[in-house]
């Protein structure tokens, strides 16, 4: 059974930058059928996706947040990660990681269980 | 960017109850639509894929409906675990994804 699970600190000052890892075990992040993503919730609001990676690196991100985010995988630990720059309170959200199926109907069909990141001085 | 709109923004109804939400995209997705639950403190969990196809594992009281740009999501007779926030996600421009606003649905 896939599991992706999310970790990094859990309280992140303004300004600085919020960086993320998420650990996939049960599957290899390698697989050409899957982009791995990154999602976020703030609290008592919806769904908005940050970006997404594919095992070879590339990376697709929200327009909104492209000047701020990066994105990386590696492969070697089936790991991917977030960085995300020049944080605000606006950036206080539950962060979740996910598989999308790039092939086939494209779904999310794995998340991690979501980790709250606050940002506060 | 692809628009996704949901109505009602929150639903009360009671068990038994035949519930449809609707979800409409800024432009034609086909049937790249995708419904979720979620649950307080959860992660959403996939119950329709491709508009119309029954996630392994959910209740088939859960059906979808669309194409196009109107999309539909009913549960047939609603159960007491029914009541949480669905969401619908467009994967028309996968990896580029973008979500409803969610639909709150309550216990009358």
């Known amino acids: 059974q896939l599991q992706l699970q999310e970790s990094g600190p859990g309280l992140v000052k303004p300004s600085e930058t919020l960086s993320l890892t998420c650990t996939v075990s049960?599957?290899?992040?390698?697989?050409?059928?899957?982009?791995w993503g990154w999602i976020r919730q703030p609290p008592g609001k919806g769904l908005e996706w940050i970006g997404s990676?594919?095992?070879?690196?590339?990376?697709y991100y929200n327009p909104s947040l492209k000047s701020r985010v990066t994105i990386s995988v590696d492969t070697s630990k089936n790991q991917f990660s977030l960085k995300l720059s020049s944080v605000t309170a606006a950036d206080t959200a539950v962060y979740y990681c996910?598989?999308?199926?790039?092939?086939?109907?494209?779904?999310?069909?794995?998340w991690g269980q979501g980790t709250l990141v606050t940002v506060s001085s | 960017d692809i628009q996704m709109t949901q109505s009602p923004s929150s639903l009360s109804a009671s068990v038994g109850d035949r519930v449809t939400i609707t979800c409409r995209a800024s432009?034609?997705?086909?049937?790249?639509l995708n419904w979720y639950q979620q649950k307080p403190g959860k992660a959403p969990k996939l119950l329709i894929y491709?508009?119309?196809s029954l996630q392994s594992g959910v209740p088939s009281r859960f059906s979808g409906s669309g194409s196009g740009t109107d999309f539909t999501l009913t549960i047939s007779s609603l159960q007491p675990e029914d009541f949480a926030t669905y969401y619908c996600?467009?994967?028309?421009?996968?990896?580029?994804?973008?979500f409803g606003q969610g639909t709150r649905l309550e216990i009358k």
């Open positions: 990676i594919y095992y070879s690196g590339s990376t």
């Open positions: 491709a508009a119309s």
């Open positions: 996600q467009q994967s028309y421009s996968t990896p580029g994804i973008t």
């Open positions: 432009q034609s997705i086909s049937s790249y």
């Open positions: 996910a598989r999308h199926a790039a092939a086939g109907p494209a779904r999310t069909d794995y």
């Open positions: 049960g599957g290899s992040i390698s697989s050409s059928s899957y982009y």
